[in-house]
């Protein structure tokens, strides 16, 4: 029996489909949750304020913020730290607060902003080659399906547990100004975010058996969360 987080949805099985096609077998062992919006030099009073802006912004996300004018950049993790300080870049993203204090980006950005709306569940995977999966017993992948399993329930765990302790840490300890994005800019995304995605989608068959499955999957999560979620059932009431 499997019992992997997920191990019946749509989204899964195309994942693993996708892991075939190249040769592997994909384990699921990480997920930060949901990531910050990230820091700035300057406060982003609104969407004019990132024209020009050079972001360390990878993916979808910078996608979206190059298309309020901002230039997204593509540096190296251990590098970010020098590029920021440096002026290279005028932003980045990293992680989440438990992260982004170990790495010191405080110390030369204090304008720090959310929700992550590029990354809302971050994922890391490990991948086994396919033939070596295959050359295991049932039992073997049992094992290393339930190790990725509980380790992905606890690192979703560890960061909710510490991510606003380090960030009562940011600006209780060292001045972090902490910013929702302007309204503005989250209308925006939440205008592009459906238009990004989809032409990503359109690039390859299988990008598009992903993105249908993944929206099918969001539409039940919402659904069950209309009637499980009770802040769901609260604001319905007013």
């Not at 029996?1 to 899964?12: A, E, F």
């Not at 304020?49 to 298309?67: A, C, F, H, I, K």
């Not at 970010?80 to 010191?104: C, H, K, R, V, Y």
Request: charged share 20%; aromatic share 8%; hydrophobic share 40%.
């Amino acid at each position: 029996m499997n019992t992997s987080p997920g191990s019946n949805s749509v989204v899964v099985r195309s994942c693993g489909e996708l892991g075939a096609a190249h040769g592997v077998k994909p384990l699921a062992n990480l997920n930060t949750g949901a990531q910050m919006g990230g820091w700035f030099k300057s406060p982003i009073n609104s969407a004019a304020d990132l024209q020009g802006l050079r972001v360390r912004y990878p993916g979808l996300g910078g996608q979206m913020l190059s298309r309020l004018g901002a230039t997204p950049v593509n540096i190296p993790g251990g590098e970010l730290f020098t590029a920021l300080q440096s002026g290279t870049i005028d932003g980045l993203e990293w992680i989440a607060p438990w992260n982004d204090l170990a790495f010191g980006f405080h110390r030369t950005a204090q304008h720090y902003y959310y929700p992550g709306f590029h990354e809302m569940g971050h994922t890391l995977s490990s991948y086994v080659n396919a033939d070596v999966w295959s050359g295991l017993s049932s039992s073997e992948q049992a094992i290393m399906q339930s190790a990725a399993d509980a380790e992905y329930v606890t690192s979703l765990a560890e960061y909710n547990a510490r991510n606003l302790d380090a960030l009562t840490t940011l600006v209780d300890d060292h001045d972090v100004q902490l910013h929702e994005w302007p309204i503005d800019i989250l209308v925006e995304m939440k205008r592009m975010a459906p238009e990004v995605l989809a032409e990503s989608a359109a690039k390859s068959p299988m990008a598009t058996k992903v993105h249908e499955n993944w929206l099918a999957f969001r539409e039940t999560q919402r659904r069950w969360g209309d009637i499980g979620d009770y802040a769901n059932a609260r604001l319905k009431q007013g």
